[in-house]
């Protein structure tokens, strides 16, 4: 799906304004597949909220289903930023 096609999902969703924008910015970070792992800060940096309001919007849009969220793992086991999957 283009890029144009998940923002006019977005903006004719029901979903609260944060979360509109939280998944405007991930599919501004998205590739032809619809996937991208943007920090929390780099979302949060780019929408002007804190991290607990784009934590909240995250699983908002999980929630939903137009958002997959998947953890990511250093080679040293560690945990790095999460994979999204716009749906």
């Known amino acids: 799906?283009?890029?144009?096609?998940?923002?006019?999902?977005?903006?004719?969703s029901e979903l609260r304004p944060r979360a509109r924008l939280v998944l405007q910015v991930l599919?501004?970070?998205?590739?032809?597949?619809?996937?991208?792992?943007?920090?929390?800060?780099?979302?949060?940096?780019?929408?002007?909220y804190g991290?607990?309001?784009?934590k909240r919007a995250l699983d908002a849009l999980c929630k939903t289903g137009?958002?997959?969220k998947y953890p990511r793992w250093r080679e040293n086991g560690s945990l790095t930023s999460n994979l999204y999957h716009v749906v």
Do not use: D, W
Request: glycine share 4%; net charge positive.
């Open 1 to 12: 799906m283009a890029k144009f096609e998940y923002m006019e999902r977005a903006f004719s």
């Open 27 to 48: 599919v501004l970070h998205c590739n032809k597949e619809g996937e991208c792992f943007p920090s929390i800060k780099t979302i949060a940096a780019r929408c002007g």
């Open 51 to 54: 991290i607990s309001t784009v």
């Open 66 to 68: 137009l958002l997959q």
